[in-house]
């Protein structure tokens, strides 16, 4: 079990402010959503007996994200040697998201991986979790949160190991989204807007409930 977390875009919305360096929980954003993950594939490694690998893309200032994230290093270093955090970078960022995804899904091992955004912060350990079970025969698992009777389309989404050459195959203008189309696709229904919920305009960070 693989997850690819996108860390590479320029936060456009937000000026000249990168967005996910802003503090959440005492923390870089970029570190919390990181670590979250880490520590879904520390426990699931265990459980496992399996190597697990955290592929973090960076791209718009990435000296300061890969920074950020010395706090997950210091985590790496009490937890399961089978768990490994590769920090990869995007020359082409601009190039848009999925060139960031097909970076982040060229490092994954095989077996099944997660594709998650690091400004959503609001995605935990649990909602990882909550998916594996979910996966077995389909090609993914792509949560949605139900809001005024509405289903949004979210993150983490899980893919089946037969999607990593897909994804890389395509080109830089092409997205996930295309690509889940013509696949198999199970779709829970949450009542949590966490899986829908990230940061993109300052009104957004201005209005989050943190330390």
């Given at each position: 079990m693989?997850i690819?977390m ?25 570190a ?18 399996e ?17 950020a ?16 955090m590769?920090?990869?970078?995007n ?56 809001k ?15 999607l ?18 013509s ?29």
């Amino acid at each position: 079990m693989d997850i690819v977390m996108l860390a590479a875009g320029s936060s456009s919305r937000m000026g000249d402010t990168n967005k996910l360096l802003l503090t959440y929980n005492d923390l870089p954003m970029v570190a919390y959503s990181c670590l979250e993950a880490l520590k879904f594939l520390a426990q699931y490694a265990d459980r496992n007996d399996e190597s697990c690998r955290l592929i973090v893309v960076t791209g718009y200032r990435r000296q300061s994200t890969e920074k950020a994230l010395e706090t997950c290093k210091a985590f790496m270093e009490g937890t399961n040697s089978r768990l490994e955090m590769l920090i990869v970078n995007n020359p082409d960022y601009r190039n848009g998201q999925f060139s960031s995804t097909k970076i982040g899904v060229s490092q994954i091992n095989d077996g099944p991986f997660f594709i998650s955004l690091a400004d959503m912060p609001f995605i935990t350990a649990a909602h990882y979790e909550k998916l594996v079970p979910m996966l077995e025969s389909h090609d993914a698992v792509r949560p949605f949160s139900i809001k005024d009777k509405d289903r949004v389309p979210g993150h983490p989404v899980l893919h089946a190991s037969r999607l990593k050459e897909m994804i890389t195959k395509c080109p830089d203008d092409y997205s996930v989204s295309k690509i889940l189309k013509s696949c198999d696709v199970y779709e829970p229904s949450f009542n949590d807007d966490s899986w829908s919920k990230d940061i993109d305009y300052v009104q957004d960070y201005e209005n989050l409930d943190r330390k």
